[in-house]
């Protein structure tokens, strides 16, 4: 049987080494690091006070979802509170701060955190395309704030699943794409759903209905519209990017609206902050909260996928509208829910429809 070979009887195997060996330095001990774990070396596994804890992909994944129905879940309660039960009665001011919010932190995320490669703004055409965009999206999110003042969450959720159909309609008129039969036909339950929702929403509020379907209207309108403008290889931004340069252009658009409709807010929010500190703690979380929507959103799609994402967003509607009822107790009606869950099938048959007919497609 042969023995094992060591590393001194390797090492006394080489000649160049023979004299190296009779020196004091060859009685020294050798010692060979160990191998890192697999887990250390990947980056997941993290040290705390007793040893360390692995952190799966899918663990990681499921935090960034639940961060995201946090987040999401979260600025609609705060917005309703503060516009309906504690008297903040200022939905444009409200939204400019939610726009101060997201250039702030998108800015801190790009620049110190690097969390994507920052892009610029290369001509003057792109800058007129992206304040159009802007210009939309603050007509949306002005619509669905002023929509919470008058109607409650759960309906209001019931109204914003109807996007599709707003953004079939506009892909339609705007750019003339046709959809398959079935797509279209997925659409029915969509709009009969909502419209057996409004027949019986005991908290009906008429001003608050057309400015949430405006709100509806506008979100898809900005789909379409951005999907049309910033189609060259050399104008597309990085949805960071994107929110980086179109929050502060959407807070300047909102100044002078909330100035002549709203007043001086912002002198009203400092005098009522120095009697009431809990007003500023509010706003604070209520804008912080409001940009982790979109980071979250861009951390989902990133861990996930954009048609994750969207699944997520239907069952997001119906847990946003368990959630408000079970904090808020607005009353709901057997025939009410009956339209939100006609709504929401009709939203999940539109979504299959949509990938059966790119299936095809291709």
């Known amino acids: 049987m042969v023995d094992a070979q060591t590393w001194t009887t390797r090492r006394m195997s080489n000649p160049r080494l023979l004299d190296a060996s009779s020196s004091p330095a060859a009685d020294l001990a050798v010692d060979i690091p160990a191998t890192p774990p697999g887990d250390v070396r990947s980056g997941t596994s993290y040290s705390t006070y007793g040893g360390s804890f692995l952190v799966t992909p899918t663990l990681s994944t499921a935090a960034i979802i639940a961060s995201w129905y946090l987040s999401n879940i979260g600025v609609l309660l705060l917005n309703k509170y503060l516009l ?21 932190y998108s800015y801190v995320a790009i620049h110190f955190l690097e969390l994507v490669p920052r892009q610029h703004i290369v001509s003057r055409r792109q800058f007129l395309k992206i304040f159009a965009l802007s210009a939309i999206f603050c007509f949306s999110v002005v619509c669905g704030n002023t929509s919470l003042r008058y109607l409650p969450v759960s309906f209001n959720q019931a109204i914003g699943a109807t996007t599709p159909f707003f953004t079939a309609i506009f892909a339609c ?46 979100r898809a309108l900005k789909s379409v519209v ?4 910033l189609t060259n290889d050399s104008e597309k931004l990085h949805s960071m990017n994107l929110l980086l340069y179109m929050a502060p252009m959407a807070a300047c658009i909102l100044l002078p609206f909330t100035l002549y ?31 982790l929507v979109n980071l979250t959103n861009f951390l989902v799609t990133k861990h996930t996928s954009a048609l994750t994402l969207q699944v997520l967003g239907n069952a997001k509607a119906a847990v946003a509208a368990v959630v408000s009822v079970l904090i808020f107790r607005n ?31 291709h």
């Open 331 to 361: 009353p709901v009606t057997v025939m009410g829910m009956t339209g939100f869950a006609v709504t929401i099938m009709g939203v999940v048959l539109y979504s299959e429809a949509k990938k059966r007919s790119k299936v095809t497609t």
């Open 173 to 218: 008129i705007i750019t003339c794409k046709k959809e398959s039969a079935e797509v279209y036909g997925a659409l029915l339950p969509v709009v009969f759903g909502i419209v057996l929702a409004s027949n019986s929403e005991p908290l009906f509020h008429l001003f608050g209905f057309l400015v949430c379907v405006g709100s509806t209207a506008g």
């Open 84 to 104: 309906s039960y504690y008297g903040y009665r200022y939905p444009i001011f409200l939204t400019m701060l939610h726009m101060l919010s997201c250039a702030a």
């Open 226 to 229: 951005q999907g049309i403008l």
């Open 261 to 291: 409709i709203e007043g001086n807010v912002a002198a009203m929010t400092i005098e009522k902050g120095k009697g009431d500190r809990y007003i500023v703690f509010l706003l604070l979380g209520n804008a912080t909260v409001a940009y």
